[in-house]
Nanobody
Framework: QVQLVESGGGAVQPGGSLRLSCVAS????????FGWFRQAPGKEREGVSC????????FYPDSTKGRFTISRNNDRKTVYLQMDNLKPEDTGVYYC?????????????????????WGQGTPVTVSA
């Protein structure tokens, strides 16, 4: 099972930007799909950006579309989440997750139930 380690969280003012990184250990990175999820206090975990095995295969919910960008670097075994124009409602703990058993054409999914490996999370706080 792949191990995931997130970094890059922190505190930022509304309108600011952050870039999160997720480094994966183990083999088979190229065969994995990934997702970024967040969980705010008292709320359920929600997917914010997800990517399939190819870089152009992405999914964003309406809440983050146009503000967040997910990308992957297979050589570095790293998945990134660029977050721009951050809002207070983006506050939460951000988790990286990996999904196996996909093919190149499997659409990116932000359904948490299809992900089998999770990182420990990195906190993001957006406030004035």
């Amino acid at each position: 099972q792949v191990q995931l380690v997130e970094s890059g969280g922190g505190a930022v003012q509304p309108g600011g930007s952050l870039r999160l990184s997720c480094v994966a250990s183990g083999s088979g990175f190229n065969y994995l799909a990934f997702g970024w999820f967040r969980q705010a206090p008292g709320k359920e975990r929600e997917g914010v950006s997800c990517i399939g095995r190819s870089t152009g295969n992405t999914f964003y919910p309406d809440s983050t579309k146009g503000r967040f960008t997910i990308s992957r670097n297979n050589d570095r075994k790293t998945v990134y989440l660029q977050m721009d124009n951050l809002k207070p409602e983006d506050t939460g703990v951000y988790y990286c997750a990996a999904r196996s058993r996909t093919i190149l054409t499997t659409p990116a999914s932000c359904d948490a139930g299809v992900y089998s490996s999770w990182g420990q999370g990195t906190p993001v706080t957006v406030s004035a």
